[in-house]
Each structure stands twice: as structure tokens, then as C-alpha cells.
């Protein structure tokens, strides 16, 4: 079974910049959409961003949209979350997820395999 790790989280301050990437264990032979949720302590699991199979198509959530975009490398199976203009509330762990379907969702539902997750943190 394909298992996803996610990297590139840290400590930055409020205006900078991180790229997230989401890599895959194995070459991606099926077609599905790839997500980024985050979840800060406290608060339900929100969606960033999603990127459908081909890379074609893409959501990006309310809450970031205009500051985060998402691609998608194939040939290296690896899946990036650009954040620049980050936010004190913009702090959480950060998840990668394939989902159930080609095109990108929003809903966490729609998903089945989840990285582990990757810890973001915004100083003010």
C-alpha cells in the first residue's frame, strides 16, 4: 500500500514563506486527487488545498486562497503546497491525503490514505 510522508514544516515568521511537499512511497499508478488539510490544537480538521490527478485542476480553500497554490510532479511522485504570506493563523500540522476520486475535494471524506503530517509554525 502507497504511503505518503509529508516535509518541509517549521518555524517562520508572519509574512514568510514554506513549501510543504507530500511524496509518495511507490510510483502513483492509479488516478486520484491529492489534498492538504491542516489542523491546529483545538479546531477541526480544515481543508487547504487539493489537486487533481493530472494536475490540471486544483481548490484551494477559503481561508488561504490568494497566499497558497498546490502542484503536482508525477514523474516524482511528489505533491507541493506553496504558503507564502503565512499567518499566526496559519499554525498546524499539515496533511497530505489521496482521495477516493480524480478530480480534488474538499471533503476530508473523500479521502483514504493520509500522511503523517508535518508541523507549521508562524511566528508573529
Known amino acids: 500500500q502507497v504511503q505518503f510522508v509529508e516535509s518541509g514544516g517549521g518555524l517562520v515568521q508572519s509574512g514568510g514563506s514554506l513549501r510543504l511537499s507530500c511524496a509518495a512511497s511507490?510510483?502513483?499508478?492509479?488516478?486520484?486527487?491529492i489534498g492538504w488539510f491542516r489542523q491546529a490544537p483545538g479546531k477541526e480538521r480544515e481543508f487547504v488545498a487539493a489537486?487533481?490527478?493530472?494536475?490540471?485542476?486544483?481548490r484551494i480553500g477559503d481561508s488561504v486562497k490568494g497566499r497558497f497554490t498546490i502542484s503536482r510532479v508525477t514523474a516524482t511522485n511528489t505533491i507541493t503546497l506553496h504558503m507564502d504570506f503565512l499567518e499566526p493563523e496559519d499554525a498546524a500540522v499539515y496533511y497530505c491525503?489521496?482521495?477516493?476520486?480524480?478530480?480534488?475535494?474538499?471533503?476530508?471524506?473523500?479521502?483514504?490514505?493520509w500522511g503523517q503530517g508535518t508541523q507549521v509554525t508562524v511566528s508573529s
Open positions: 511507490e510510483l502513483m499508478t492509479d488516478y486520484y486527487a
Open positions: 491525503a489521496e482521495a477516493f476520486r480524480g478530480s480534488p475535494s474538499e471533503d476530508s471524506e473523500d479521502y483514504a490514505l
Open positions: 489537486i487533481g490527478w493530472s494536475g490540471a485542476s486544483t
